[in-house]
């Protein structure tokens, strides 16, 4: 199976622009998460969707939100763009059950100029 | 408060030696935890995850052991390879967020194995 693919891979942005990432999760998983990861704050959840529907929601202001599509593939969206956005944004995908593992992607890495 | 921390930032070994990452956990209801380790741009890889109701787990080279007592975590590598240079991660999932997705990472550990 191929495992989880994150687009696009590098994102260069301005302040007070928005951004889209893209995440699909590998097949047959029906929950996708995504994390933030930085050098200062480290690994940190930001949602995670199951069945088009978000289940639960870090503690991220509102201008971080996503979405989920009937094929399970995700998309994360950051309007109004802080210089303290800049991060890599991991989407990790799991199979629907008592199995908490998550498989992970490669990131999106974002820096906001 | 929910907080997941490792004891050693930096953990330095010797090509073949063992190595033992510790990690020590706030939340005494968290049910599961899990190992991952991530290499240089890549995202996190699973290692080897536990459950609570057991106290130690074994995977190829590598045994988690889980403490509840003293809310600690570990996880051991056996005879370290260089391609075991990376930074490890341990997560825990609480009770109260069972099923969601979500786990509560530590700031992580970076083993860096010397030839």
New interface residues.
């Given amino acids: 199976k191929a495992g989880v693919t994150q687009t696009p891979r590098y994102l260069i942005k301005t302040r007070g622009q928005q951004v889209t990432l893209s995440c699909s999760p590998i097949s047959g998983h029906r929950s996708v998460s995504w994390y933030q990861q930085t050098p200062g704050q480290g690994l940190q959840f930001l949602f995670e969707y199951f069945s088009e529907t978000q289940r639960n929601k870090g503690n991220f202001p509102g201008r971080f939100s996503g979405r989920q599509f009937s094929n399970s593939r995700s998309e994360m969206n950051v309007s109004t763009l802080e210089l303290g956005d800049s991060a890599l944004y991991l989407c990790a995908s799991r199979e629907q059950g008592t199995n908490e593992k998550l498989f992970f992607g490669s990131g999106t890495q974002l820096s906001v100029l | 408060g929910e907080s997941v921390g490792l004891h050693l930032p930096t953990l330095s070994v010797q090509e073949g030696d063992n190595s033992i990452i510790n990690c020590a956990y706030s939340n005494s209801a968290s049910d ?1 935890f ?1 190992w ?1 380790k991530q290499e240089s ?6 290692i080897i ?1 536990i459950r609570s109701n057991m106290d130690k787990r074994q995977g190829q080279r590598v045994t988690v052991l889980l403490n509840k007592t003293v809310k600690h975590l570990s996880l051991q590598i056996a005879a370290t390879q260089p391609g075991d240079s990376a930074v490890y ?1 341990c ?1 825990e ?1 609480f009770q109260g ?12 550990t970076t083993l860096q194995v010397k030839p």
């Fill in positions: 599961y899990i991952y741009g890549k995202g996190p890889q699973f995850d991660f997560a999932n967020s069972s099923n969601t997705g979500k786990l509560i990472f530590g700031q992580g």
